[in-house]
């Protein structure tokens, strides 16, 4: 039997409502499919009982105006099947690190000095890190669409995980004593020099407008922070304490060094959009930059400032008039 080839072209590339937004039938992305379209807009029953003045999905809940809030992308085309599976590989990477460590001895050569170090600065980060996954929640609840919220979902797991590589490299420094996790919690809630930040960190919790809570949250305190106990911490180590911290705290720098393509790109296209938007993004990062430094400067007020610098250097190239 000869059953001849026959080639059926399909009606339509893609889905309707990206073929029209696209103006083209073509095959889309799966990141294109994943985002594009998933906002509510309309036919909403009620408002909520919590924000009578704002519909359950609502775009005003912001100063930022944009035309189409869809254009916020996630350079990283991230989606569910993209952002597991690139964290996967980086967690498998982080893991083969932490066994080479113990298997060459490295976290025993390390000094008391170091231990002790590593132990009073980075454990209190924990804290840090929940209330970094929380404002992120809140970004997710509130923000408006697609785009922009299913990215700010994944930056909000990631700071959980941050949360977590902070946890083992604790336990792995002090033979998992438990107790240190304690100690870190009590400077958090009572030690002076983490009080401007826990202060700044539990302020941002009862900001209203999401897009104000997206540069304070992950433009500026994760851009101080995290370069601040990261890299200017490990650098304040003995020869052994700096190659076996900057190991251990590889996962957190490199998935921050990724994260903050998003974030500038957010800037960018955001700033770009009006006068307007670009003037409230600028008044917003010069006002908690400077709420930042000043909480921050207890800590190490030298380190701070070059952060600093380096961030409005960034903030700047992303359109902004710091």
């Given at each position: 039997?000869?059953?001849?080839?026959?080639?059926?072209?399909?009606?339509?590339?893609?889905?309707?409502?990206?073929?029209?937004?696209?103006?083209?039938?073509?095959?889309?992305?799966?990141?294109?499919?994943?985002?594009?379209?998933?906002?509510?807009?309309?036919?909403?029953?009620?408002?909520?009982q919590?924000?009578?003045?704002?519909?359950?999905?609502?775009?005003?809940?912001?100063?930022?105006?944009?035309?189409d809030?869809?254009d916020?992308?996630?350079?990283?085309?991230?989606?569910?099947?993209?952002?597991?599976?690139?964290?996967?590989?980086?967690?498998?990477?982080?893991?083969?690190?932490?066994?080479?460590?113990?298997?060459?001895?490295?976290?025993e050569?390390?000094?008391?000095?170091?231990?002790?170090?590593?132990?009073?600065?980075?454990?209190?980060?924990?804290?840090?890190?929940?209330?970094?996954?929380?404002?992120?929640?809140?970004?997710?609840?509130?923000?408006?669409?697609?785009?922009f919220?299913?990215?700010?979902?994944?930056?909000?797991?990631?700071?959980?995980?941050?949360?977590?590589?902070?946890?083992?490299?604790?336990?792995?420094?002090?033979?998992?004593?438990?107790?240190?996790?304690?100690?870190?919690?009590?400077?958090?809630?009572?030690?002076?020099?983490?009080?401007?930040?826990?202060?700044?960190?539990?302020?941002s919790?009862?900001?209203?407008?999401?897009?104000?809570?997206?540069?304070?949250?992950?433009?500026?305190?994760?851009?101080?922070?995290?370069?601040?106990?990261?890299?200017?911490?490990?650098?304040?180590?003995?020869?052994?304490?700096?190659?076996?911290?900057?190991?251990?705290?590889?996962?957190?720098?490199?998935?921050?060094?990724?994260?903050?393509?998003?974030?500038?790109?957010?800037?960018?296209?955001?700033?770009?959009?009006?006068?307007?938007?670009?003037?409230?993004?600028?008044?917003?990062?010069?006002?908690?930059?400077?709420?930042?430094?000043?909480?921050?400067?207890?800590?190490?007020?030298?380190?701070v400032?070059?952060?600093?610098?380096?961030l409005?250097?960034?903030?700047?190239?992303?359109?902004?008039?710091?």
């Amino acid at each position: 039997m000869d059953i001849a080839s026959i080639e059926i072209k399909p009606k339509r590339q893609g889905y309707a409502h990206l073929a029209e937004k696209f103006g083209e039938d073509r095959p889309f992305s799966r990141y294109e499919e994943a985002v594009f379209g998933a906002q509510p807009s309309e036919n909403f029953h009620y408002r909520p009982q919590w924000d009578v003045e704002h519909e359950i999905f609502d775009a005003t809940r912001t100063k930022i105006v944009m035309n189409d809030w869809e254009d916020i992308v996630d350079p990283r085309k991230f989606h569910y099947m993209t952002y597991v599976s690139t964290r996967a590989k980086q967690n498998a990477t982080n893991v083969d690190t932490m066994t080479f460590l113990e298997k060459r001895m490295m976290l025993e050569k390390m000094s008391d000095e170091d231990v002790a170090t590593i132990t009073k600065y980075i454990t209190p980060l924990r804290h840090y890190f929940y209330g970094a996954n929380m404002n992120n929640l809140e970004l997710t609840a509130i923000g408006y669409g697609g785009p922009f919220c299913s990215a700010t979902q994944f930056q909000a797991e990631d700071e959980l995980g941050f949360a977590q590589q902070v946890t083992k490299i604790i336990l792995e420094l002090t033979n998992n004593d438990v107790s240190v996790l304690d100690a870190g919690k009590d400077a958090w809630l009572n030690a002076p020099e983490w009080q401007g930040m826990r202060k700044a960190m539990e302020d941002s919790f009862v900001v209203k407008d999401y897009m104000e809570l997206f540069i304070i949250q992950n433009a500026i305190f994760d851009g101080i922070m995290i370069p601040l106990m990261f890299s200017s911490l490990s650098s304040n180590l003995t020869p052994a304490g700096n190659i076996a911290m900057s190991m251990m705290s590889e996962f957190v720098v490199t998935v921050t060094e990724e994260t903050n393509k998003w974030i500038d790109s957010v800037i960018k296209v955001v700033a770009s959009e009006s006068v307007e938007n670009e003037a409230l993004l600028t008044q917003w990062a010069n006002k908690y930059i400077s709420i930042t430094e000043e909480a921050l400067s207890q800590l190490d007020a030298e380190a701070v400032a070059s952060i600093k610098e380096d961030l409005v250097v960034r903030l700047n190239k992303s359109g902004l008039s710091l």
